[in-house]
């Protein structure tokens, strides 16, 4: 491998920052924009060249599930379109990639948590350009490996936790969906496991029998409404307002995009093949809140 940087995408995103955080010693490069720009796709390949970075992480994404659905050009630039430039650099180069995903590449309605290699059948334009940009990553030709996460949250940027925290100041009483099940993420064991990933490729060279698609999420599985009350329980530990909430159906909270019902991934793969196993969602749902607490 190169003694290049580790080179992450994703600006200022929750996760980006999260490995920003994470890095510690090792040389890490963030980018973002506006040198780096999914939606100036001549950007894209200058801050790669300028960096010459051994091991790269894709972070960038477009992740507003609704508005995607009337900004659908602007997703497929960004899931698609730049994901499948920046590995066709990498390929170029021999520069490893791991390239993030999410669990919206699935419809929810298999009842079980997925393995990687269940058919997958986006259900919005986020999802379905988040697929795309999986299979443009794959095929074409890097050391490439792909995670899919799940519900992602941090003490900063936009997200579900911080979300609820903010309306818990402004309200005694919030609606939450409690019949959709999935696996909260906290950023920074996101960004802890990637990084270990990264250092075992950077230090044993890249091995064939790594590429491929991998589920990396937070241990356990709740709903929204359940992640809104452990969120409000941990926030009154440290003295701020818990609200009550109240469970409602996907019914009665329509939205442009159809979310799946169930996303709960199973990240077996990412033990037996890494060893790696991302805490309990508890865990670093405790965590984080404490960060916002400060």
């Given at each position: 491998m190169g003694a290049g940087p580790?080179?992450?995408?994703?600006?200022?995103?929750?996760?980006?920052?999260?490995?920003?955080?994470a890095a510690g010693e090792r040389p890490l490069l963030v980018v973002g924009r506006p040198q780096f720009d999914f939606d100036r796709p001549e950007s894209l390949l200058e801050p790669l060249r300028a960096a010459a970075p051994a091991l790269v992480v894709?972070?960038?994404?477009?992740?507003?599930?609704?508005?995607?659905?009337?900004?659908?050009a602007a997703a497929w630039r960004a899931n698609r379109d730049g994901p499948a430039a920046i590995a066709g650099w990498c390929a170029a180069a021999g520069v490893p990639l791991i390239h993030i995903s999410t669990d919206y590449v699935i419809d929810g309605l298999k009842g079980a948590p997925y393995v990687e290699d269940d058919p997958t059948n986006p259900t919005g334009v986020y999802g379905a350009s988040k697929l795309a940009g999986e299979q443009a990553v794959l095929a074409a030709g890097a050391p490439a490996l792909v995670l899919r996460t799940a519900w992602v949250y941090a003490a900063t940027g936009r997200n579900f936790v911080l979300t609820m925290l903010n309306a818990a100041r402004k309200t005694n009483r919030v609606r939450v969906v409690a019949d959709q099940v999935g696996c909260p993420t906290a950023a920074s064991d996101l960004a802890e496991a990637i990084l270990a990933i990264a250092d075992r490729l950077l230090?044993?060279?890249?091995?064939?029998?790594w590429g491929g698609i991998y589920h990396a999420c937070g241990a356990g599985e709740t709903t929204w409404h359940g992640l809104a009350v452990a969120a409000f329980e941990e926030a009154a530990k440290r003295g701020l307002r818990r609200p009550t909430v109240a469970p409602i159906a996907t019914f009665d909270w329509p939205t442009p995009a159809r979310r799946p019902p169930d996303s709960r991934l199973d990240c077996s793969k990412l033990?037996?093949?890494?060893g790696i196993r991302l805490p309990?969602?508890?865990d670093g749902l405790s965590r984080t809140v404490e960060q916002i607490a400060l």
């Open positions: 580790i080179l992450v995408t994703g600006g200022t995103g929750q996760l980006a920052r999260a490995l920003a955080e894709n972070a960038a994404a477009y992740t507003a599930v609704d508005k995607a659905e009337s900004e659908a230090a044993q060279g890249w091995n064939p029998a033990v037996n093949v890494f309990a969602w508890q």
